[in-house]
């Protein structure tokens, strides 16, 4: 079974295009490092440093340096499916990832994105 091509894409090419979505609702760059920071545990200069290595997705998201537990409260459709209920891991961990930008861009306040939990990321 191959892989799909989203894993073996850069998280560089990927990261503009959930920043772009933001924007053109109003919301901000900062806004989506955050929910980034929150959902994987990356510092701002290790998510700065991923970017940078050009790192792809399937990497971005195995060595992130804690996979918020609060994630599994994530549900709702992305792209026609269901996230709580993808099984393959790692595509789990990117339609997270989708799922919050999309509520971002839908304009949800930030502490309903980041299901309430007050963490504050250094």
Known sequence: MT???I??????????EYVAKAERKGRTKAEVDEIIRWL?????E???????????????LAEA???NPSRALIKGVVCGVRVEDIEEPTMREIRYL?????????GKAMEKILRNEGMVQK
Do not use: C, N, W
């Not at 894993?7 to 503009?16: D, E, K």
């Not at 799922?99 to 839908?106: F, G, M, N, S, T």
């Open 7 to 16: 894993y073996t894409m850069s998280f560089a090419r990927v990261y503009p």
């Open 46 to 60: 290790s998510l700065e440093g991923q970017l940078e290595k050009q790192t792809d997705v399937e990497t971005f």
């Open 40 to 44: 994987t545990g990356y510092s701002h």
């Open 3 to 5: 892989k799909h091509r």
């Open 98 to 106: 989708d799922k919050l930008i999309d509520e971002l861009a839908r």
């Open 65 to 67: 340096p804690q996979l």
